[in-house]
């Protein structure tokens, strides 16, 4: 019954580094997403991805990089990990049409030190 | 730019009791609205989705409805119980963008 699964539940890291976030589907759906949610702040978009190789920048993309070379794989890159983005970062899809439901991965819990 | 406001921010109420959370948002031209429930620490888990031509949708002990015209939506919870705690997200879909979400509604459900 996997839909959305994300590579990790929890990672720690250090300022500076480079981080990769793997998100991949099971449903064949077009668009993918990455959002961060942070408390007080909801759910804040990132990127997101409407088919291979195709991205589109969110409310929030400053220090973050995205790629989709399969359509089922969509991956957040933070360039130079920096503490202000410790968070937890939540991929989802959803098909081309957007008639059916959003799933959502299970999230990664980001500590960057 | 679409905006979703959820209230209450938080929610504490005796089991057996029935309930109404509420969603708001400025434009009405949706795709459709969903309801989301997401346990602490969790991902987010789609309780139910209405498109923008209909009025409700229900499952089980819980019910949504739509009023597009005003820019509401209420999801009503018929006899809660200590398992409905949770974070409550209502999200709107507008085509070609992503879900724009609330920042959610925290149900405590004592026994």
């Known amino acids: 019954d996997v839909k959305v699964t994300q590579s990790s539940r929890y990672l720690v890291k250090r300022t500076g580094e480079k981080v990769f976030l793997e998100c991949v589907q099971d449903?064949?759906?077009?668009?993918m997403f990455w959002y961060r949610q942070d408390p007080g702040l909801g759910l804040r978009l990132i990127y997101f991805s409407y088919d291979v190789k195709m991205k589109e920048k969110g409310d929030i993309p400053e220090g973050y990089s995205v790629s989709r070379e399969k359509k089922e794989r969509f991956s957040l890159i933070l360039e130079s990990a920096s503490t202000n983005q410790t968070s937890m970062y939540l991929c989802?899809?959803?098909?081309?049409?957007?008639?059916?439901?959003?799933?959502f991965g299970p999230g990664t819990r980001l500590l960057v030190l | 730019k679409q905006e979703v406001t959820q209230i209450p921010a938080a929610l504490s109420v005796p089991e057996g009791e029935n309930l109404v959370l509420n969603c708001s948002f400025t434009?009405?031209?949706?795709?459709?609205l969903q309801w989301f429930r997401q346990d602490p620490g969790k991902g987010l888990t789609s309780l139910l989705l209405i498109q923008s031509s209909q009025r409700e949708q229900t499952s089980g002990r819980l019910n949504a409805s739509l009023d597009k015209s005003s820019g509401r939506s209420t999801l009503y919870i018929a006899a809660s119980q200590p398992g409905d705690s949770a974070t409550y997200l209502c999200a709107v879909y507008q085509a070609g963008t992503a879900l724009i979400f609330g920042k959610g509604t925290t149900l405590s459900v004592s026994s």
């Open positions: 434009d009405s031209a949706i795709y459709n």
């Open positions: 449903m064949d759906h077009e668009n």
């Open positions: 989802a899809s959803i098909n081309r049409a957007g008639g059916e439901t959003q799933y």
